[in-house]
């Protein structure tokens, strides 16, 4: 496994994990407003 996959692999994981987190972020900020 070379270095250019490895990275690929961890930049499309942070992504999947942060997904939820940005939509819980965006979701509580929404809810403060309200």
């Given at each position: 496994m070379n270095l250019q996959?490895?990275?690929?692999l961890i930049a499309l994981t942070l992504i999947v994990l942060s997904g939820p987190i940005v939509i819980g972020v965006l979701a509580f900020n929404k809810a403060s407003y309200l």
């Open positions: 996959v490895l990275s690929q």
